[in-house]
C-alpha cells in the first residue's frame, strides 16, 4: 500500500458507502484547506452531497477534485460576494466575481425571492459565477418560499456539446431548472441538462460508475457512441481533460434539446455578460438568468371572473392538474407515474437511510482533491472507518 492511500483504496473495486453527513463533512474539511472559509466550507460539502442524495451523482462529491484545481489555479475564488450591478426594482443583475457557485448562487436566488416577495415577479442575471452545481437546489430554494421560478445555465468557455447534426463542439451541457409549488404538496421540480448526459455522468461512468446511454456521444470520426473515453483527453499523472478530447456530448431531443441549449448560451450567457462557449476564449464561469413568480399575487381566484370551476385559485387548479396526471395508466404498474421531482424524492430518501455509494475510481478522485488541498492522510482514511 502506498503511504499516500488508504486501505479503502487499495486491493478492491467494491464501491465505497458513507453516511451523507460524514461525507458532507469531509468535503467541507478538504476546502477550509484550500481558503474557503468555514461556512463557505459547510455550504460547499452540504450543496454537492445533496446533489448526490438527489441521485445526480454527476454534480455531486465527484466535482471536489475539479474545484480544488480550480480555486488553486485562480479559477474561482474564495468568499466572494455577488455585486450588484443593475437594480431596476424587478429586473436585476449581479456579478458573482468568479466566487464559488455554492455561495454566489443562493445569494442571487436569496435576492430573487425577496424581489419577487415584494413585486410579486422578479428577474436576476447572475454572471461570472463558479460552478454552481444542481440547478434544482435553487429551484426548491424558491418553492420553499411559495414562488414559481425559471433557471436558465450556460458554461462560458466550456465547449462540451455538439448540436443537432454535426460532430464539432458548439455548446456547453447548459442546464434548465423549473420549480412550482402546490400548497400541500411536495413541489414539482425539474432539473436537466441539455445534452443526453451532463458531462459529470460521462465522468462517474470514466470513473467506474453507471455506463451513460450508447447514443449519449459522438465521436471525432462521428460515429454515435456511450463511450465517455471520446469526450476527454489523457495525460499521464493528470485527471481526464473534457476541454479538448476528440469527440463530444450529443444535444437531447434531437434539434428540440440543441435548440434549448442555444436559447442557454443567449440568455444565460450573452444576455447575462458572463459570454459563451465561444468562439472568442473567456473566463470559465457560469451564467444565469432566473425568472420568479409569486402565484400568490397572479392568482386566478383574485379576478372578477376566475378562472375555471376552482375555488382555490392557483393550488386548486394545480392540484387538481396533478391528481390527474397520476391516475393515468402507467406502462409499467409496478413503477407507476412519476412527475418530476419524483424520483429525486425516493433517492433521497433511500439514500438518506443507506448511505451515499461511490464507485472506487470516483472515492480515489476524491481523495487525490483532498491530499492536493493538503488534508491529513488520518482524516481521509477516518472518513471510511
Known amino acids: 500500500m502506498s503511504e499516500n492511500q488508504t486501505s479503502?483504496?487499495?486491493?478492491?473495486?467494491?464501491?465505497?458507502?458513507?453516511?451523507?453527513?460524514?461525507?458532507?463533512?469531509?468535503?467541507?474539511?478538504?476546502f477550509c484547506h484550500t481558503g474557503c472559509s468555514d461556512a463557505e466550507s459547510e455550504r460547499i460539502g452540504t450543496s454537492l452531497v445533496g446533489a448526490n442524495l438527489?441521485?445526480?451523482?454527476?454534480?455531486?462529491?465527484?466535482?471536489?477534485?475539479?474545484?480544488?484545481?480550480?480555486?488553486?489555479?485562480?479559477?474561482?475564488?474564495?468568499?466572494?460576494?455577488?455585486?450588484?450591478?443593475?437594480?431596476?426594482?424587478?429586473?436585476?443583475?449581479?456579478?458573482?466575481?468568479?466566487?464559488?457557485g455554492q455561495t454566489v448562487g443562493p445569494a442571487a436566488v436569496k435576492l430573487g425571492i425577496e424581489r419577487?416577495?415584494?413585486?410579486?415577479?422578479?428577474?436576476?442575471?447572475?454572471?461570472?459565477?463558479?460552478?454552481?452545481?444542481?440547478?434544482?437546489?435553487?429551484a426548491e430554494m424558491a418553492a420553499a418560499e411559495g414562488l414559481v421560478s425559471v433557471h436558465f445555465v450556460n458554461v462560458a468557455n466550456s465547449r462540451l456539446v455538439a448540436p443537432?447534426?454535426?460532430?464539432?463542439?458548439?455548446?456547453?451541457?447548459?442546464?434548465?431548472?423549473?420549480?412550482?409549488?402546490?400548497?400541500?404538496?411536495r413541489p414539482v421540480i425539474h432539473d436537466f441538462a441539455t445534452s443526453v448526459v451532463a458531462e459529470g455522468?460521462?465522468?462517474?461512468?470514466?470513473?467506474?460508475?453507471?455506463?451513460?446511454?450508447?447514443?449519449?456521444?459522438?465521436?471525432?470520426?462521428g460515429e454515435i457512441t456511450g463511450d465517455p473515453r471520446v469526450l476527454y483527453t489523457f495525460e499521464e499523472g493528470q485527471r481526464p481533460n473534457s476541454m479538448d478530447g476528440p469527440g463530444a456530448l450529443r444535444a437531447m431531443g434531437e434539434h428540440k434539446g440543441s435548440g434549448i441549449s442555444v436559447m442557454c448560451e443567449l440568455l444565460?450567457?450573452?444576455?447575462?455578460?458572463?459570454?459563451?462557449?465561444?468562439?472568442?476564449?473567456?473566463?470559465f464561469a457560469n451564467g444565469m438568468l432566473s425568472v420568479y413568480v409569486d402565484?400568490?399575487?397572479?392568482?386566478?381566484?383574485?379576478?372578477e371572473?376566475?378562472?375555471?370551476?376552482?375555488?382555490?385559485?392557483?393550488?386548486?387548479?394545480?392540484?387538481?392538474?396533478?391528481?390527474?396526471?397520476?391516475?393515468?395508466?402507467?406502462?409499467?404498474?409496478?413503477?407507476?407515474?412519476?412527475?418530476?421531482?419524483?424520483v429525486e424524492h425516493e433517492r433521497r430518501q433511500h439514500r438518506m437511510a443507506n448511505g451515499i455509494t461511490l464507485p472506487a475510481e470516483t472515492w480515489q478522485s476524491i481523495c487525490g482533491g483532498a491530499r492536493a488541498a493538503g488534508v491529513p492522510e488520518s482524516t481521509i482514511a477516518a472518513t471510511t472507518t
Open 164 to 185: 443537432f447534426g454535426a460532430k464539432a463542439r458548439r455548446m456547453g451541457t447548459n442546464p434548465c431548472a423549473y420549480g412550482a409549488p402546490v400548497a400541500g404538496r
Open 295 to 303: 402565484p400568490a399575487q397572479v392568482d386566478p381566484s383574485q379576478s
Open 305 to 342: 371572473s376566475g378562472v375555471g370551476e376552482s375555488e382555490d385559485g392557483y393550488n386548486g387548479i394545480a392540484a387538481d392538474y396533478l391528481d390527474w396526471f397520476y391516475d393515468a395508466d402507467a406502462i409499467d404498474p409496478g413503477e407507476g407515474v412519476k412527475l418530476p421531482g419524483d
Open 8 to 30: 479503502a483504496e487499495v486491493g478492491s473495486d467494491a464501491p465505497v458507502v458513507i453516511d451523507h453527513e460524514r461525507l458532507a463533512s469531509f468535503i467541507a474539511e478538504i
Open 268 to 283: 444565460a450567457g450573452a444576455l447575462t455578460g458572463t459570454g459563451t462557449a465561444g468562439p472568442h476564449r473567456v473566463r
Open 201 to 221: 455522468k460521462a465522468m462517474v461512468a470514466l470513473h467506474g460508475g453507471p455506463a451513460v446511454p450508447d447514443n449519449a456521444l459522438v465521436s471525432g470520426d
Open 116 to 138: 419577487c416577495s415584494d413585486l410579486g415577479v422578479a428577474v436576476v442575471g447572475l454572471r461570472n459565477a463558479g460552478h454552481l452545481g444542481r440547478i434544482g437546489e435553487y
Open 54 to 100: 438527489a441521485g445526480h451523482d454527476s454534480h455531486g462529491v465527484i466535482r471536489s477534485a475539479l474545484y480544488v484545481d480550480l480555486l488553486a489555479n485562480g479559477v474561482q475564488l474564495a468568499d466572494q460576494e455577488i455585486k450588484v450591478l443593475i437594480d431596476s426594482g424587478s429586473l436585476l443583475l449581479v456579478d458573482g466575481q468568479y466566487g464559488m
